[in-house]
T-cell receptor, first 110, second 111 residues
Framework: EDQVTQSPEALRLQEGESSSLNCSYT??????LFWYRQDPGKGPEFLFT???AGEEKEKERLKATLTKKESFLHITAPKPEDSATYLC???????????FGRGTSLIVHP | EAQVTQNPRYLITVTGKKLTVTCSQN?????MSWYRQDPGLGLRQIYY???????DKGDVPEGYKVSRKEKRNFPLILESPSPNQTSLYFC??????????FGQGTRLTVV
């Protein structure tokens, strides 16, 4: 069965304390894995797309990596403004409409 | 400016009173979709459309209708809203294999 699972559900970090978020997936024929950031009450904002195992993308303090079974979002030396919910999404079935994991709520304390 | 616009942003209504939430995109995207977001359940697909006059059910379509008469618009219709449809709703649009752009959200309360 196609599914996407994120862990942990919540993560609290001190400013500067690096960590990783996990997105594990099961899908027949990966057609892209997406990472989004969502601030409270707002729509998700696109961060990265990964298509094949071994691929990596970076943006400021964020780096996304992909294997055949999971993706990691690495956060290096986070700042309080990185606090948000991070969502992983994969298109299932015959469409390119993404199905989302439940997200990881990240809080970075100053 | 590329954007997805939803209206209204906030809506309080009574059980059984038909309502429509509009969604419009200015990026000429083929794909459009509706999600609802509830605490602990994440974003769940309601309906999606891959082109004009083509719509399909997502994971939680019960109680909702959609239409895609024009490429830019994808309204969500609740014929007879019930309290369990109280939620935060998001419309999104994308190209095939592309990232989705989301609207600002519509917070719906059904009393």
């Amino acid at each position: 069965e196609d599914q996407v699972t994120q862990s942990p559900e919540a993560l609290r970090l001190q400013e500067g304390e690096s960590s990783s978020l996990n997105c594990s997936y099961t899908v027949s024929g990966l057609r892209g894995l997406f990472w989004y950031r969502q601030d409270p009450g707002k729509g998700p904002e696109f961060l990265f797309t990964l298509y094949s195992a071994g691929e990596e993308k970076e943006k400021e303090r964020l780096k996304a990596t992909l294997t055949k079974k999971e993706s990691f979002l690495h956060i290096t030396a986070p700042k309080p403004e990185d606090s948000a919910t991070y969502l992983c999404a994969i298109p299932f079935g015959g469409s390119y409409i993404p199905t989302f994991g439940r997200g990881t709520s990240l809080i970075v304390h100053p | 400016e590329a954007q997805v616009t939803q209206n209204p942003r906030y809506l309080i209504t009574v059980t059984g009173k038909k309502l429509t939430v509009t969604c419009s995109q200015n990026m000429n995207h083929e794909y459009m979709s509706w999600y609802r977001q509830d605490p602990g359940l994440g974003l769940r697909q309601i309906y999606y459309s891959m082109n004009v006059e083509v719509t399909d059910k997502g994971d939680v379509p019960e109680g909702y209708k959609v239409s895609r008469k024009e490429k830019r618009n994808f309204p969500l219709i609740l014929e007879s809203p019930s309290p369990n449809q109280t939620s935060l709703y998001f419309c999104a649009s994308s190209l095939a294999r592309g990232e989705a752009f989301f609207g600002q959200g519509t917070r719906l309360t059904v009393v």
